[in-house]
């Protein structure tokens, strides 16, 4: 049975950093594109980050380029959103999925697991 379990939200002041984490278990995560969504209340879920798995590849919406960085540890099954310069409208809860298309297309669609979601809120 595959599990994604994000960790790492809470509340920042706009202008700081939080490092979000996503640990997947029941398969190979090598094998696997990881992307971060993210929704806010009233809103559609959105594609924030992607990690290929062919060739280290990453790819950002442009709301967070320069600002968020995505990583992988297959190692250790994980991938990691390092988020930078927080704005409030970065407000959501961050899910982690998997790709089932082999694919890193920022669309919910493409993606077939999926974690149950980490709170980020940015205010002051």
């Known amino acids: 049975q595959v599990q994604l379990v994000e960790s790492g939200g809470g509340l920042v002041q706009p202008g700081g950093s939080l490092r979000l984490s996503c640990a997947v278990s029941?398969?190979?995560?090598?094998?696997?594109?990881v992307a971060w969504f993210r929704q806010a209340p009233g809103k559609e879920r959105e594609g924030v980050s992607c990690?290929?798995?062919?060739?280290?590849?990453?790819y950002y919406a442009d709301s967070v380029k320069g600002r968020f960085t995505i990583s992988r540890d297959n190692a250790k099954n994980t991938v990691y959103l390092q988020m930078n310069n927080l704005k409030p409208e970065d407000t959501a809860i961050y899910y982690c999925?998997?790709?089932?298309?082999?694919?890193?297309?920022?669309?919910?669609?493409?993606?077939?697991?999926w974690g149950q979601g980490t709170q980020v809120t940015v205010s002051s």
């Open positions: 029941g398969l190979a995560l090598n094998y696997y594109p």
């Open positions: 999925a998997l790709s089932r298309a082999g694919l890193c297309v920022l669309s919910p669609q493409f993606f077939g697991s």
């Open positions: 990690a290929s798995s062919a060739d280290n590849s990453t």
